[in-house]
């Protein structure tokens, strides 16, 4: 399964943005699909996941309330809608394929994952 992340850039602290991931290949029949970010110097980290039916995310404590994770399954896409950003969710964005129904926040439990896009928020 390939990975194809977009919709990074530049933005104002309390700007929005939304990302967007598209998979190809052979996906299995129902898949999750996440989010992670690094930012410089530091672990690459959760920020929120779908399993397949889109009905029970998972966000990281930092995020909740600001951003909101949704998918396409019709188009294999999955959507990352950030709002209110702010200079500390400055980092590069990746998204991740899993083969489970079931979505989770480690990281080793992704098999495929995206080139990342840079998410810039001044302040």
């Known amino acids: 399964v390939q990975l194809q992340a977009s919709g990074g850039g530049l933005v104002q602290a309390g700007d929005s943005l939304r990302l967007s991931c598209a998979a190809s290949g052979r996906t299995h029949v129902s898949y999750s699909m996440g989010w992670f970010r690094q930012a410089p110097g530091k672990e690459r980290e959760f920020v929120a996941a779908s399993e397949w039916r889109g009905i029970s995310p998972l966000y990281a404590d930092s995020v909740k309330g600001r951003f909101t994770i949704s998918r396409d399954n019709a188009k294999q896409t999955v959507y990352l809608q950030m709002n209110s950003l702010k200079p500390e969710d400055t980092a590069v964005y990746f998204c991740?394929?899993?083969?489970?129904?079931?979505?989770?926040?480690?990281?080793?439990?992704?098999?495929?994952w995206g080139q990342g896009t840079q998410v810039t928020v001044s302040s």
């Open positions: 991740a394929f899993a083969r489970s129904a079931v979505a989770t926040t480690s990281r080793r439990s992704y098999d495929s």
